[in-house]
Nanobody
Framework: QVQLVESGGGLVQAGGSLRLSCVAS???????MGWFRQAPGKEREFVGT????????DYADSVKGRFTISRDNAKNTVYLQMNSLKSEDTAVYYC???????????????WGQGTQVTVSS
């Protein structure tokens, strides 16, 4: 099992930045980690992932160039740096583990509790 504990959500003005953190424990070896989000009235959406093998990242088109996923293996922590935030980024953000990205959707086996990010106009 993988346990995920998130932090860093909050309220920010449009154009501002936030950094989310996710501390993982348990069976994290060879585990792709990353982030999803769910806005009010919308389906859960893939945000991005970082590969265990080489640290390469993959992002949804909606956040490319603005969001950056990174990791600190020594701390078992993955980060989501969010810059140039827009009101449409408002959502509950979920850390996820064992992410699998397919051609038209993404899935994960483990989830954090979620942290609210609210971007005001």
């Amino acid at each position: 099992q993988v346990q995920l504990v998130e932090s860093g959500g909050g309220l920010v003005q449009a154009g501002g930045s936030l950094r989310l953190s996710c501390v993982a424990s348990g069976r994290t070896w060879n585990t792709n980690m990353g982030w999803f989000r769910q806005a009010p009235g919308k389906e859960r959406e893939f945000v991005g992932t970082i590969r265990w093998t080489d640290g390469t990242t993959d992002y949804a088109d909606s956040v490319k160039g603005r969001f950056t996923i990174s990791r600190d293996n020594a701390k078992n922590t993955v980060y989501l740096q969010m810059n140039s935030l827009k009101s449409e980024d408002t959502a509950v953000y979920y850390c996820a583990a064992r992410i699998r990205v397919y051609s038209d959707y993404a899935a994960a086996d483990y989830w954090g509790q979620g942290t609210q990010v609210t971007v005001s106009s």
